[in-house]
């Protein structure tokens, strides 16, 4: 085994893992080494613009690798083949592949190796179900940004992952927009950890995790931890 790598376990460990963790992107040290053990139902993850939370993402979801440590992810849900991880993206635009909603949340489904027309009978009565059964058609370029981005988060939910990487999912969605979101946040059935400058959001949740410079600079109960960094930006601009 290499000295950075990201490795899989069995089905029996369903902790996404990090053991002392480096990650270095360019000259600048994204993450520096970090060790976690994200086995919250609900996590929030907070800090400034570059202290490494969408980093932290990358590295979970595998679209970077460590320079040192490494990364632990659970496998699939008994039963299924459909990938642990799945991660919405801050911009949606740099999500979405397709030109209709169906299209797109037909991609998630590829794991089950089904036929186009059986994707989409399956997306069709997905969004039926969900009350949105004429979202299927829409061209994506004909949806605002809101609506765009809920197409993401639908694509999650549709995909069986077993935890959810939610990149600033609140910042293109206007006030019942958030709410939504919030609402089926609490509700879906996932792990899901919510990196969010809105700290409302996530400072009910049971864990937040606060990056600053690519550390760990606080980890505990939402509610103590966001107002230590409301506490720490208070005392800069003083």
Request: with cysteine; glycine share 8%.
């Amino acid at each position: 085994m290499s000295a950075a790598s990201i490795q899989h376990t069995t089905h029996q460990s369903t902790a996404i893992t990090l053991d002392q963790v480096t990650l270095v992107r360019g000259s600048t040290v994204a993450l520096r080494d970090v060790s976690l053990t994200l086995d919250t139902p609900r996590i929030g993850l907070i800090g400034d613009n570059g202290a490494g939370k969408s980093s932290l993402f990358r590295l979970i979801s595998g679209l970077d690798q460590p320079q040192s440590g490494q990364v632990r992810i659970p496998s699939s849900e008994p039963g299924t083949t459909a990938p642990a991880i799945g991660m919405m993206f801050q911009n949606s635009d740099e999500q979405i592949i397709f030109p209709t909603v169906e299209e797109e949340l037909a991609l998630s489904l590829r794991h089950l190796c089904l036929s186009r027309a059986e994707a989409q009978n399956h997306v069709r009565n997905w969004l039926s179900a969900r009350g949105l059964a004429d979202w299927a058609p829409h061209a994506i370029g004909s949806l605002s940004q809101g609506q765009r981005q809920h197409v993401c988060w639908l694509a999650l939910l549709i995909g069986s992952h077993r935890t959810l990487l939610l990149d600033e999912p609140f910042s293109s969605l206007d006030l019942p927009g958030q709410a939504l979101l919030r609402k089926e946040i609490a509700t879906a059935p996932q792990q899901i950890i919510v990196s969010t400058h809105v700290l409302e959001h996530v400072r009910h949740f049971e864990r937040v995790i606060w990056l600053d410079h690519g550390c760990v600079r606080a980890d505990g109960l939402g509610e103590t931890v966001c107002a230590q960094y409301e506490a720490d930006v208070a005392s800069r601009l003083a």
